[in-house]
């Protein structure tokens, strides 16, 4: 009896070892992530149908083609790519979240209300129409120009033609202007045929994220929005936020009207709105309006039917929650009991006074309780992992689905409110001044007994479940060796069991895309480009210029250093650009010192920075003029980094 005991016992502690010696998991559920998942099912109540008769709520038409082309017949979007989503989730999908990706893929015009009317499931965002006097007044077109234009075209099909007379780009995100050239072209913007109408700094805002930081936050939109991630059970299912981003080139019209802090009443096209400023909330420029003759209250993107990022994934300044609550407090106390319907920039509409009060309330809590949570712990000595780990959930998030985590999570979003206020260290003198990954991972593996060890050690806690253990050990061995085949693996199954396992399409998103460029390689972009041709031709010369200072790299320059300066007759701008050793300074206006001038137009600079064309081809077709020390415009262009679009993340 106790010979047969100790074998069984051998048998348990050998089974990390049986493991060990086949591939791990791949597109499975285990049972931790069959069991992490059947929790979250009978802990809310997922069978609820009220979001999904106001997702349907006055359907009129859909895009019947199966997919929306870019002018170059690249694939924008396909109308049909989340039909799978439907009935029970599978293992493989947290059910709260497939509930989301449900509600997030219906698609086509909804009537909101008459003279209202939106088009969702085109994009990430929503678009909304509002019939004006004598056109079309435009919120939010969308991410690229494609599905935007189909959107309107749809509109314009089953309501009636109607030209577009303003567009309204609510706050300084992409997926919220990017598509503008879908609706209105720079020559209709140009003899003043249509308004453009932002938030006060909306395109320093722009500029700031999508140029300045752009390459990073590319790279890493891929792992946020899964932009690479085959669609269907086991990969994409949505963001939360909405289902996916559109594939094309992003566009940026500068606005012709920007609506001031302080906020302002205008009609356009004999509609009132009353705007007010929500800047340093969901986005560093946003503002959000109520239409009286409606009773409409639009919240852009502060209020919508999920828990929002605070520091997004992809890279930002970290938001301010306490600043964000009170903005919704505003518009709780000056609309709530107005507002027949509100309407967002995301998901579907709220109808009813006392639905948009309880809404407004519940996200006005949700942003407060992360804040004040996370400062108490803060207050009390808990560190930004600990904070995190014991964040909790209010009491309405058991039953407000619109305040779940799809997007943003209280245990991210409270490790950014830290963030916020104290900075990125946790106080603990020995994360400091922490040896960086590489250094430490060999030192890790070391002390582990090796490779081989270290990987008995991570299929133990995969064999247990204990993911995020297991995550830690495995990231350790790929960073200590990159070539190490098996660890590759398993780390490649222990994100999937995490991302399976994910309430948050942003988690799961970044979990497999994890997992898939462990599998795959890299090598494939993002297919949204927010630093196209068309970008940099709309931003003034000197921000461009501090973004080309960015990538300045003291290691390659190779002279002594003077002032360049640069004019553009075609755009009446001159920069003056003092580059030295170690720093590449811009500054507007000219300078008497330069010791080289060189005379271009804005549009053959950008094919300059865009590789399309080289400073010699400028030069010798005379469309490019240099004077003085063309020797300094040599050694600055050559202490520009390339780009790399493709960065690591991953491996090393």
């Known amino acids: 009896m106790i010979k047969h005991s100790l074998s069984i016992t051998a048998l348990l502690a ?11 998991p791949e597109g499975i559920a285990t049972a931790a992530t069959k069991a992490a998942n059947a929790k979250i099912r009978a802990r809310l109540p997922i069978t609820d149908q009220q979001d999904f008769e106001n997702a349907n709520r006055g359907f009129l038409a859909k895009i019947e083609a199966p997919q929306i082309l870019n002018e170059d017949g690249s694939v924008a979007w396909e109308t049909g790519q989340f039909d799978f989503i439907k009935d029970a989730a599978p293992d493989t999908v947290n059910p709260s979240l497939w509930r989301q990706g449900k509600l997030n893929s219906i698609h086509g015009l909804f009537k909101v209300q008459d003279g209202i009317y939106q088009l969702r499931g085109y994009d990430l965002a929503v678009m909304t129409l509002i019939a004006g006097k004598s056109g079309w007044i435009v919120i939010d077109p969308l991410t690229t120009p494609a599905p935007a234009k189909a959107a309107l075209a749809l509109a314009n099909e089953t309501l009636g033609q109607r030209p577009v007379q303003a567009v309204i780009f609510t706050h300084s995100h992409g997926d919220h202007f990017g598509g503008v050239n879908g609706v209105v072209s720079a020559q209709e913007l140009q003899y003043g045929k249509v308004q453009i109408i932002a938030p006060h700094g909306f395109l320093q805002e722009s500029i700031g994220e999508n140029v300045l930081a752009g390459t990073t936050m590319n790279r890493r939109v891929q792992f946020q929005f899964g932009t690479n991630l085959p669609v269907g059970e086991t990969g994409h299912v949505g963001t939360g936020l909405g289902q996916y981003l559109s594939k094309g080139d992003v566009a940026l019209l500068p606005p012709t009207k920007t609506i001031s802090k302080e906020g302002e009443t205008l009609s356009i096209d004999g509609i009132t709105f009353e705007f007010m400023d929500a800047g340093e909330t969901e986005a560093p420029a946003e503002l959000v309006f109520y239409l009286p003759e409606f009773k409409a209250l639009h919240t852009a993107e502060v209020v919508s039917r999920n828990f929002h990022n605070v520091l997004t994934p992809r890279g930002a300044l970290v938001r301010d929650t ?10 709780l106390a000056k609309y709530g009991e107005k507002a027949d319907v509100m309407l967002a ?10 639905n948009v009060q309880s809404s407004l309330k519940n996200q006005r809590g949700l942003y407060r309780y992360v804040h004040d949570q996370t400062l108490r712990q803060a207050n009390q000595g808990a560190t930004i992992h600990e904070i995190a780990e014991n964040i909790g959930e209010p009491d309405f998030a058991a039953t407000d689905f619109g305040v779940r985590d799809y997007y943003g999570t209280l245990n991210h979003n409270s490790k950014a409110v830290y963030q916020r206020y104290f900075g990125w260290w946790d106080g603990v003198p020995a994360h400091y001044h922490a040896l960086p990954p590489v250094q430490a991972s060999r030192k890790y593996v070391s002390a582990m007994g090796g490779p081989a060890k270290a990987l008995v050690l991570g299929q133990q806690a995969f064999t247990t479940g204990d993911y995020r253990w297991a995550a830690t050990v495995f990231n350790h061995i790929v960073f200590a060796n990159p070539a190490d085949e098996a660890a590759k693996k398993w780390l490649a199954s222990t994100y999937e069991q995490l991302g399976f396992q994910a309430e948050a399409g942003t988690w799961r998103n970044i979990y497999l895309t994890g997992a898939e460029e462990l599998r795959s390689g890299n090598d494939r972009g993002s297919g949204v480009a927010t630093t196209n041709a068309r970008v940099l031709n709309s931003i003034p010369a000197v ?4 973004a080309l200072a960015a990538r300045f790299n003291p290691g390659r320059m190779t002279h002594n250093g003077g002032i360049i300066q640069f004019s553009f007759p075609d755009r009446g701008e001159i920069v003056n650009v003092d580059v030295g050793k170690s720093v590449m300074f811009p500054r507007a206006g000219e300078n008497d010192r330069s010791i080289a001038q060189i005379t271009v137009s804005r549009t053959d600079f950008t094919r300059l920075l865009m590789r399309e064309i080289t400073p010699r081809d400028l030069i010798v077709s005379g469309q490019m003029k240099v004077l003085g020390n063309v020797g300094l415009m040599a050694a600055m262009f050559g202490a520009l980094d390339p780009v790399d679009p493709q960065f690591n993340i991953v491996t090393p």
Do not use: Y
């Open 543 to 546: 921000d461009l210029f501090d």
């Open 345 to 354: 920039s995301h998901h579907w509409p709220t109808w009813g006074s006392e």
């Open 322 to 331: 306490l600043k964000w609550s009170k903005v919704i407090d505003n518009m």
């Open 14 to 24: 050998a089974a990390p070892l049986f493991i060990a010696a086949g591939d791990p």
